[in-house]
Structure formats: structure tokens, C-alpha cells
């Protein structure tokens, strides 16, 4: 099941644990050449969905 790139998907999945209730929160599923750049959409939308929580 975890074997994802074996099985043709290349996805990134960006997570932020909170602390305060122990909960792990998908900000995103990226292509897996998403490159955390902050001016790029996709890394707009998770700092937007990390201010968020």
C-alpha cells in the first residue's frame, strides 16, 4: 500500500502536527516535484491553510 512510486504515483503530502491536541493535519497532496516554494500556489495555499489551524 505504501509503495506508491512503485505503483506510478508521485505525490508529496504535506502535514503539520499540532502539538496541543496530538492531531496531524494534510495541508496538501502535491506532484512530487513541488519544491516547498512559498511563491508558488500550491505553497501558498498550505502557508494559507497553516495560518489556518
Known amino acids: 500500500?505504501?509503495?506508491l512510486e512503485e505503483n506510478g504515483l508521485r505525490?508529496?503530502?504535506i502535514?503539520?502536527?499540532e502539538p496541543?491536541?496530538?492531531h496531524y493535519h494534510v495541508?496538501?497532496?502535491a506532484p512530487r516535484?513541488?519544491?516547498y516554494d512559498a511563491?508558488?500556489?500550491?505553497g501558498q495555499?498550505?502557508?494559507r491553510a497553516y495560518e489556518e489551524l
Open 39 to 42: 511563491k508558488h500556489p500550491i
Open 15 to 17: 502535514y503539520a502536527f
Open 45 to 47: 495555499r498550505i502557508l
Open 1 to 3: 500500500m505504501w509503495d
Open 20 to 22: 496541543r491536541t496530538h
Open 33 to 35: 516535484e513541488f519544491d
Open 11 to 13: 505525490y508529496r503530502i
Open 27 to 29: 495541508l496538501a497532496i
